[in-house]
């Protein structure tokens, strides 16, 4: 009997396992985010594994741009921060908010450019251009 149990909480753990599985890889995953400075810009760069869907909008207290990134994930159960070096943004963020969306957020009072290209380390790549000049990478 008890032997049947185990079994059973096997198979059981086995197919809550698999599951998971399956639905990761039907997500974008975002393995990297890396940025660079620019003449009064930062280029922010998140590399995923796939093409992805965002929503932009932005908040006050304090003003920032938040991008809603829709089926991903990322690896990590906390909160990810790093502040940034630069007139044209004070810090990012970046989070799981459910099992399908992560949440970036940039505080600036500047203007954002969001967009997408394919290619890259990954597969896919998003920009997120902060700052009113376009961007020129420093020496």
Same mark, same amino acid.
């Given at each position: 009997?008890?032997?049947?149990? $185990?079994?059973?909480?096997? #198979?059981?753990?086995?197919?809550?396992?698999?599951?998971?599985?399956?639905? $990761?890889?039907?997500?974008?995953?975002?393995?990297?985010?890396?940025?660079?400075?620019?003449?009064?810009?930062?280029?922010? *760069?998140?590399?995923?594994?796939?093409?992805?869907?965002?929503?932009?909008?932005?908040?006050?207290? @304090?003003?920032?741009?938040?991008?809603?990134?829709?089926?991903?994930?990322?690896?990590?159960?906390?909160? *990810?921060?790093?502040?940034?070096?630069?007139?044209?943004?004070?810090?990012?963020?970046?989070?799981? #908010?459910?099992?399908?969306?992560?949440?970036?957020? #940039?505080?600036?009072?500047?203007?954002?450019?969001?967009?997408?290209?394919?290619?890259?380390?990954?597969?896919?790549?998003?920009?997120?251009?902060?700052?009113?000049? @376009?961007?020129?990478?420093?020496?």
């Amino acid at each position: 009997m008890v032997k049947k149990i $185990l079994l059973s909480l096997l #198979v059981f753990m086995f197919m809550i396992s698999t599951g998971e599985a399956a639905n $990761l890889a039907n997500r974008a995953e975002i393995q990297s985010i890396r940025y660079d400075y620019g003449a009064g810009t930062v280029r922010i *760069i998140l590399d995923l594994t796939k093409k992805i869907d965002y929503q932009e909008t932005s908040a006050e207290n @304090p003003s920032r741009s938040v991008i809603y990134i829709k089926n991903a994930w990322i690896d990590s159960d906390d909160e *990810i921060e790093e502040k940034l070096e630069s007139t044209a943004a004070k810090r990012m963020t970046i989070r799981q #908010v459910n099992q399908n969306t992560v949440v970036f957020t #940039v505080e600036t009072m500047a203007a954002i450019h969001v967009f997408g290209r394919e290619g890259g380390p990954s597969g896919y790549r998003l920009f997120i251009d902060v700052g009113n000049a @376009p961007f020129q990478k420093t020496v």
